[in-house]
């Protein structure tokens, strides 16, 4: 990891397979990162405007259920999944790697990461990478999508 706006930043999917190999209580955000985020710590309901009690984050931990399928696809799925986000919410949007506390869930399920510490950024061609792993799978799938909008 090379620093980046005095973050490290994950360079490539294996080197993001390494740390989640190796840190359990990890998570990405998809926004425009720590200092933005880390002044308000929480994140908002978009559909109703209710402030939430941390930051939206997909979790990084490989669940037991996977069993002893690679880790590197469990990192792809992770960020693929939420690809999406850049180009829905805009501008300087990108995933980051954060270590905190559960404070709760959101409306969608996800966990809400307070005391929020981040870590590292990832690089666009990691998620470049995800895809391509994704689209290697036998059934691949496509990234998470509110339809209807």
Same mark, same amino acid.
């Given at each position: ?12 999917? +294996? ?12 998570? *990405? ?21 209710? %402030? ?15 069993? +002893?399928? @690679? *880790? ?8 693929? +999944? ?14 980051? *790697? ?12 996800? @966990? ?11 690089? %666009? ?8 792993? *994704? ?15």
């Amino acid at each position: 990891m090379r620093a980046s706006d005095g973050m490290p930043v994950v360079r490539s999917l +294996d080197e993001l397979t390494g740390l989640v190999r190796r840190h359990r209580g990890l998570y *990405v955000r998809w926004s425009r990162g720590p200092g933005t985020d880390l002044a308000e710590v929480s994140s908002t309901d978009e559909l109703t405007g209710v %402030p939430l009690p941390g930051l939206s984050a997909s979790p990084l931990d490989v669940e037991a259920w996977w069993a +002893d399928r @690679p *880790v590197r696809v469990w990192a792809a799925r992770r960020l693929h +999944d939420y690809a999406h986000l850049p180009h829905d919410k805009g501008p300087g949007v990108r995933p980051w *790697v954060l270590t905190g506390r559960e404070a709760g869930r959101g409306p969608d399920n996800e @966990p809400l990461v307070a005391d929020a510490r981040p870590l590292c950024w990832i690089a %666009p061609d990691v998620i470049e990478e995800a895809r391509k792993e *994704v689209e290697r799978q036998e059934r691949p799938w496509g990234p998470l999508r509110r339809g209807g909008r």
